[in-house]
């Protein structure tokens, strides 16, 4: 098989997918299906029914990556971010997930996510500039 490699900028979703397709039925093969689940906890305004932040995550292999949580600045310091948290610990325990992991800056909230039980497993420097971007688990019973 020849092959020729291209560069393109600003890719767009049907370029994605033909990188991902090839990707995924490898790590099919390898490790079985990796039963993908999004979830979603939402925080909605009381006023208006509008979707104010929440968390947003997905299983994949028994375990659940949250990819967003956001709290928005009038509704910081009530306990919603501990209780998204723990929404999604008791929906990974549902599952049978293995455990929980999250990556974050390190100028967003570290210790909230160490407060709650997780461990750092990693770190990338300078990611942005001056900062620090952290992974962390945890691992459920």
């Given at each position: ?21 090839p ?6 093969a ?34 659940l ?16 971010g ?12 549902e599952?049978?997930?293995?455990g ?10 570290p210790?909230?996510?160490?407060k ?26």
């Amino acid at each position: 098989m020849s092959t020729r490699i291209e560069r393109k900028a600003n890719p767009g979703e049907e370029d994605r997918s033909a990188v991902l397709r090839p990707l995924r039925a490898y790590n099919m093969a390898q490790a079985g299906d990796p039963k993908p689940e999004a979830i979603a906890l939402l925080v909605r305004s009381e006023d208006s029914d509008e979707v104010i932040g929440g968390l947003y995550g997905e299983i994949f292999y028994r375990w659940l990556f949250i990819e967003l949580l956001a709290i928005p600045d009038q509704a910081r310091g009530q306990g919603i971010g501990s209780q998204l948290m723990n929404m999604a610990e008791e929906v990974a325990r549902e599952k049978g997930c293995t455990g929980i992991w999250l990556d974050t800056f390190s100028f967003q909230a570290p210790d909230f996510y160490r407060k709650h039980g997780y461990s750092q497993f990693g770190e990338l420097d300078v990611y942005p500039a001056e900062h620090k971007r952290l992974f962390f688990q945890k691992r459920l019973q």
